[in-house]
């Protein structure tokens, strides 16, 4: 069964720098979605992403998030100046257009030190 | 927004026994409901979902009931096994396609 796909599995980096977070979709999802878990608490919606554009975000995607789709493949998440409170495991997930169903990749552990 | 609450936080039970999970929300637009189980160090596996225009919904030992007017959903476990254990959660999509709103999850634990 497809599945979800994300790298790196973790990822550790100093405050103030840039990362950059990539999911690959399962083949035929056109719904891309950013959630994030601080570790103990509950999946956070951040961003999502339809016809190459933003759908809806929340306010935790603030001016330092950025999301895009550079080769019509992989989906990736940008932190522009990582904080320690960016720390968390963000998940990536996939949707079939005019399905409700949203399908999760394994999540990126980020660690901002 | 859409606001989920889920109770219990954590829930023990015996082999054998049923676990009921209970989530309410708050956005009358809702009409995609979800659960998804997570292990620990993995990610949410959807398990069973409900949409608004049915009131139950079974799949082996898991289901789930939607009460529209009362704003209400639940999950039902029947004769739990030690590999149900996991952290739960309810969702609701507050009407919209582009993303859900999560409850704070149940910690299930099933003794053996």
């Known amino acids: 069964e497809p599945e979800v796909t994300q790298t790196p599995s973790h990822q550790v980096t100093q405050m103030g720098q840039e990362v950059i977070l990539r999911c690959v979709p399962i083949s035929n999802h056109l719904y891309f979605y950013w959630y994030r878990q601080i570790l103990g608490q509950k999946v956070e919606f951040l961003v999502s992403?339809?016809?190459?554009?933003?759908?809806?975000k929340s306010e935790i995607f603030d001016d330092q998030f950025s999301v895009e789709r550079p080769d019509g493949s992989n989906f990736t998440l940008k932190i522009r100046s990582t904080k320690l409170e960016d720390s968390a495991m963000y998940f990536c997930?996939?949707?079939?257009?005019?399905?409700?169903?949203?399908?999760f990749g394994p999540g990126t552990r980020l660690t901002v030190l | 927004g859409e606001n989920v609450e889920q109770h219990p936080s954590t829930l023990s039970v015996q082999e054998g026994d049923s676990a009921v999970i209970k989530c309410t929300y708050s956005d009358s637009a809702s009409n995609y409901f979800p659960w998804y189980k997570q292990e620990l160090g993995k990610r949410p596996q959807l398990i069973i979902d409900?949409?608004?225009?049915?009131g139950e919904k079974k799949d082996q030992r898991i289901a789930v009931t939607l009460n529209k007017t009362a704003k209400h959903f639940s999950l039902h476990i029947t004769e739990t096994q030690p590999e149900d254990s996991a952290v739960y959660f309810c969702a609701a999509d507050g009407g919209s396609n582009y993303k859900l709103t999560f409850g704070k999850g149940t910690l299930l634990t099933v003794n053996p």
């Open positions: 992403f339809y016809n190459n554009e933003i759908s809806e």
């Open positions: 997930a996939t949707g079939l257009a005019g399905e409700d169903t949203q399908y």
């Open positions: 409900i949409r608004s225009n049915v």
